[in-house]
C-alpha cells in the first residue's frame, strides 16, 4: 500500500495538472457516484490534498472528492485523449482541456461537501498527518506518552493511523531502526531521551522520502550505493525488505518477523531486544 510520502507525491502531480484548472469532463465507475458527474463538471480545483493515506480533490464549488488507493490504487497523469496502457480498471477520471488525471483499481471513493468533510468515517478518526507542515517532534512525543498510546507495542502503533496518518510498513521499520529501538518495546517503557529521538526520526524520514521519491536512506549513503548496488528497490532502506544482508551501521544481518501479520524488518545489535 503507498504510504504518506507516496500519496503526497501523486497529490503534487495531479495539482499540478489540475488546480486553478476547470474540469471539461467527469466520469465516475461507480453509479452511486455518477449523480455527482454535472455537479463537478465545469468546476475548478482549487487544491488537491492529503491527509495521511487519503487523497482530497476539492473543488471551487465547496465540494470535495475523497479517494484513498488501499492496496491497489494507482494515479496516472496522461495528456488528453491519450488513456495510457494498462488492464487496470478506471474508477475515476478528471479531465481538462488538456490533461486527464486517473485513478485505477481505487474502490474507495466518495464525494462530499467540503463542510462535512469532518465527518467521513475515516478522515474523523485520523492522528496528524505525518507530512503536515504544522507537526512537530514534541507533538509526536506527547501522542507517545498518551495513555491511549503507551501500552501498545511500537510495532502495532506505527501502523495505526490513529495515532500518526501516513505511517505505513517500510516507514515504521525505517523510523524504529533509525532511532534504534526494537519493535516489541512499548512508549511507556522508553526513557525521555530514546522518546525524544524516536519522536525525531519519526518526524524526519517521511519528509526525507518524499523529498527524495521513497529514499530514507540520508544523502550520501544514498549516492555511494547508488553507484555500486543495481537496482532502485535494493538500495532505498536501511532495513526494510533486506532480511538476510548485513546492515549498514553495525554490519550484522538483518532480521525479518511478521507481527500483526505484517512483514517488519530491524537489526537485532541497533535494536536491542
Known amino acids: 500500500m503507498p504510504e504518506g510520502p507516496e500519496i503526497r507525491r501523486a497529490a503534487d502531480r495531479i495539482a499540478n495538472v489540475l488546480v486553478d484548472e476547470p474540469i471539461e469532463e467527469v466520469a465516475f465507475a461507480f453509479p452511486e457516484l455518477q449523480r455527482f458527474t454535472p455537479v463537478l463538471s465545469g468546476q475548478r480545483v482549487l487544491e488537491v490534498e492529503t491527509r495521511g493515506k487519503a487523497l482530497l480533490t476539492h473543488f471551487d464549488n465547496d465540494y470535495a472528492i475523497y479517494s484513498h488507493n488501499q492496496l491497489y490504487g494507482v494515479w496516472k497523469i496522461a495528456r488528453r485523449g491519450k488513456m495510457p496502457a494498462t488492464n487496470r480498471s478506471l474508477r475515476l477520471a478528471l479531465h481538462t482541456e488538456r490533461h486527464s488525471a486517473l485513478l485505477y483499481s481505487a474502490s474507495d471513493i466518495s464525494v462530499w461537501p467540503r463542510e462535512e468533510l469532518g465527518m467521513h468515517p475515516f478522515l474523523a478518526t485520523l492522528g496528524p498527518d505525518l507530512l503536515s507542515a504544522k507537526l512537530e517532534w ?33 516507514l515504521r521499520s525505517e523510523i524504529l531502526f533509525c532511532a534504534g529501538i526494537n519493535p516489541k518495546r512499548r512508549p511507556r517503557d522508553l526513557s525521555r531521551g530514546e522518546r525524544g529521538l524516536l519522536a525525531r ?42 532480511d538476510g544482508r548485513a546492515c549498514y551501521q553495525c554490519g550484522d544481518t538483518i532480521r525479518r518477523d511478521s507481527i500483526g501479520s505484517r512483514r517488519i524488518y530491524w537489526c537485532p545489535k541497533c535494536q536491542p531486544e
Do not use: C, W
Not at 518526524?203 to 522520502?209: A, D, N
Not at 523529498?211 to 555500486?228: D, F, H, N, S, Y
Open 201 to 242: 526520526e519519526t518526524l524526519k524520514l517521511p519528509r526525507r522520502s518524499y523529498e527524495t521519491g521513497g529514499i530514507t536512506l540520508p544523502p550520501r549513503l544514498a549516492a555511494t550505493l547508488k553507484k555500486k548496488v543495481k537496482g532502485f528497490e535494493r538500495r532505498r532502506f536501511y532495513v526494510f525488505g533486506r
Open 138 to 170: 514534541r507533538d509526536i512525543s506527547e501522542r507517545l506518552a498518551m495513555p491511549r498510546f503507551a501500552g501498545r507495542s511500537l510495532a502495532a502503533l506505527y501502523l495505526d493511523q490513529h495515532f500518526l496518518a501516513g505511517s505505513g510498513n517500510y
